[in-house]
């Protein structure tokens, strides 16, 4: 079975880091584009951050860009977004999602909750 | 930026019922649109690709349709586990719809 398993959410305070990781079972990670979604308690869904299959190619969202820095380990197949000087607003669950077609996301990890509070 | 609206915010049905969800785009995404199911506590999943492309084990009662700046999810008899909430999304930077609530009426 294809499965994406995050880990490494916690309750951090402003201004604080934290790294979230996301391991692949049944399929190889390194074989397609990754991103990571994030959904704030009560809201909609929001990308957060994409990277190509060569890790060359890397975007963010406009509220995370020069915060927060997505990479992927080939050897462990997972994927990893490390989130520096974390707001309160960055307050949500992380997903990591496989993407096909160039858009869409078929496969979703459950999710970890990451939670910015003083 | 394309934005995507869906209507309506809550849609208020009974099992066995038609829903018919509605996503707009802002401008043209082609058929580079996709549909999710989100119930609480759980991830999103993958319903249709490409405007009308059911993702894989997604029920036959789950179908796409539209281009352009215009697409809908049709759902044709609604089961008491469709209750839940529905987003579009599109290629442009990723973005997602604000979503659609199913609810029990």
């Known amino acids: 079975e294809e499965q994406l398993v995050e880990s490494g959410g916690g309750l951090v305070q402003p201004g604080e880091s934290l790294r979230v990781s996301c391991a692949a079972s049944g399929f190889s990670l390194n074989s397609y584009t990754m991103s990571w979604v994030r959904q704030a308690p009560g809201k909609g869904l929001e990308w957060v951050s994409y990277i190509g299959i060569s890790s060359s190619d890397i975007r963010y969202a406009d509220s995370v860009k020069g915060r927060f820095t997505i990479s992927r380990d080939k050897a462990k197949n997972s994927l990893y977004l490390q989130m520096n000087s974390l707001r309160d607003e960055d307050t949500a669950m992380y997903y990591c999602?496989?993407?096909?077609?160039?858009?869409?996301?078929?496969?979703w990890g459950q999710g970890t909750l990451v939670t910015v509070s003083s | 930026e394309i934005v995507l609206t869906q209507s309506p915010a809550t849609l208020s049905l009974s099992p066995g019922e038609r829903a018919a969800l509605s996503c707009r785009a802002s401008q043209s995404v082609s058929r580079s649109l996709a549909w999710y199911q989100q119930k609480p506590g759980q991830a999103p999943r993958l319903l249709i690709y490409?405007?009308?492309n059911r993702a894989t084990g997604i029920p036959a009662r789950f179908s796409g349709s539209g281009s352009g700046t215009d697409f809908t999810l049709t759902i044709s008899s609604l089961e008491p586990e469709d209750f839940a909430v529905y987003y579009c999304?599109?290629?442009?930077?990723?973005?997602f719809g604000q979503g659609t609530q199913v609810e029990i009426k």
């Open positions: 490409d405007a009308s």
């Open positions: 999602a496989r993407e096909r077609g160039g858009y869409y996301f078929d496969t």
């Open positions: 999304q599109q290629r442009s930077n990723w973005l």
